[in-house]
């Protein structure tokens, strides 16, 4: 079941900082959510923000730190004796209004104890550039100083925050530094991290009408390293991905969305459903039902069980609302990408749901994205930390099996585009709650660890699994012990 996108926003929503009330127009505020890029088998971007070069692109990493907006930062180039850059940006969820006064704020950080400053410009168009250089050309919208620090927070982060009035009905917000000028930073380019961005009307007000579709589009948008229309020699996989013009994208969990507990559960699928229903004529529209499922454990492609999902909900389009057989139709694929990496906070849930394609009759659907062979990255590879590196029933790591934990960290590869995620495991002994807070706090310890050996800057995320899944049967020692492990899951770019 895929949860609704507009679930997602509310929950980076839990996390605004209190002085925070108002409705944000930004999806992914606090970057946790990540896309897995349809040319690579790997994480690569907060799902909702790109970049503006593929020459430069973000950094995205994991932290600790207790600034109550996550565990995910991007990092940005601020100052350096060269002109390259790097900036995010993403669509707003609802058009800004003329004339009318927002606040935007966010929680930032930067290197050596500097005092962070970034730019914010406003437009009605994502930008895009060939090279990754200072954007000296455009005009910040708004520029946040010390004079705009409202809050110093824990790790040199701060709250910055200020109020304008919007000049146009901006649609589009980048984040970045767009002076240039040298690094403050000694010994090298000078950076600051985004933890957490949040744009919000100062009279508070609900959210437009067309947020929820600006959210799954923006969602979509998933091929990150290149520039838009420019071809890519990787393989590629329909997501849905390959809409025609005047067609509807509607997605939903799976035929649980027409039962009363679906319907309450996921609303937003349920009112979309109910209109197509409403609206359709035989002969009048065209309905093309593709299924999405992963397998749990390793999340790969679960043809089968993809195509009876979407098979059962046409079933109900054509027994229960007595759409045509003809205006139905089921796409089979053999092979997809998942869209949010398996590691972070509820995606292999999300991973899996149904597509419909709604288009008005007449108008031809383009076929699947055809799959090219060429240069196709290799998968991820799993690293096994086991238990026995950990103190008996604790987080901590045994400092006296540091030598055979090194063995293991040493064969993780350190080149540019390698990153790590991390998963913490235990058996299914004990209470659950235990052994969730166990598996992530071992997979923290270890986070730990692997920063001070030099690879913080490859990890993406940190999770724990709990007892949810073994690798093994618990009902031996050996099962057991085998399945209190930390996994590191490597993607190479």
Excluded at 421 to 443: C, F, P, V, W
Aim: with cysteine; hydrophobic share 35%.
């Amino acid at each position: 079941m895929r949860l609704p996108a507009l679930f997602h926003l509310m929950t980076g929503m839990l996390l605004l900082p209190p002085a925070a009330h108002a409705q944000n127009l930004l999806a992914n505020p606090s970057f946790e959510d990540v896309n897995v890029c349809i040319e690579y088998y790997a994480p690569c971007a907060p799902v909702g923000w790109e970049n503006v070069s593929p020459a430069l692109k973000m950094a995205y990493n994991y932290h600790t730190y207790k600034n109550k907006a996550g565990h995910q930062y991007v990092s940005l180039v601020s100052g350096s004796i060269r002109d390259e850059r790097n900036y995010v940006q993403t669509r707003l969820l609802c058009p800004l209004q003329k004339g009318k006064q927002y606040r935007i704020m966010t929680i930032i950080g930067a290197t050596q104890r500097l005092e962070p400053e970034v730019d914010f410009y406003l437009s009605k168009d994502y930008v895009f550039r060939e090279n990754a250089h200072v954007l000296n050309d455009l005009k910040p919208t708004i520029t946040l100083r010390k004079a705009q620090i409202a809050k110093p927070l824990e790790k040199n982060f701060y709250r910055m925050e200020a109020v304008f009035t919007a000049e146009d009905d901006y649609t589009h917000l980048l984040a970045g530094r767009m002076e240039l000028r040298q690094s403050r930073a000694s010994g090298g380019p000078e950076f600051i991290f985004l933890d957490y961005v949040e744009l919000a009307p100062v009279e508070p007000a609900d959210l437009c009408p067309e947020a929820a579709s600006v959210i799954d589009s923006i969602a979509r948008r998933r091929l990150r390293h290149t520039l838009p229309g420019h071809p890519v020699n990787h393989q590629l996989t329909n997501a849905g991905n390959s809409r025609a013009k005047g067609c509807v994208d509607v997605e939903i969990p799976n035929t649980d969305i027409f039962t009363a507990v679906g319907r309450s559960r996921y609303p937003l699928s349920a009112s979309r459903i109910d209109s197509l229903v409403q609206r359709y004529q035989p002969g009048g529209y065209e309905l093309r039902i593709t299924g999405y499922f992963f397998d749990p454990a390793s999340q790969r492609f679960d043809s089968t069980r993809s195509a009876n999902e979407a098979n059962d909900v046409r079933e109900v389009f054509v027994k229960d609302f007595t759409f045509s057989p003809r205006d139905v139709k089921v796409v089979t694929l053999q092979s997809a990408t998942p869209r949010y990496d398996a590691a972070s906070p509820g995606a292999k849930v999300r991973n899996n749901f149904v597509g419909i394609e709604v288009c008005p009759a007449g108008i031809s659907v383009p076929p699947e994205m055809p799959v090219a062979v060429a240069v196709t990255p290799p998968p991820p590879d799993t690293l096994i930390i086991p238990d026995v590196l950990f103190k008996f029933d604790r987080h901590e790591l045994n400092p006296a099996l540091f030598s055979a934990l090194d063995t293991l960290v040493d064969k993780i590869p350190r080149a540019e585009g390698t990153t790590l995620a991390l998963i913490g495991h235990t058996d299914n002994a004990g209470a659950d709650e235990y052994n969730l807070e166990l598996s992530l706090r071992r997979a923290e310890s270890l986070a730990a660890y692997l920063r001070k050996k030099g690879l913080g800057d490859h990890i993406l995320t940190v999770s724990g699994e709990g007892e949810k899944r073994p690798a093994h049967q618990n009902d031996t020692p050996e099962g057991r012990r085998r399945n209190r492990r930390v996994e590191i899951i490597i993607y190479k770019q």
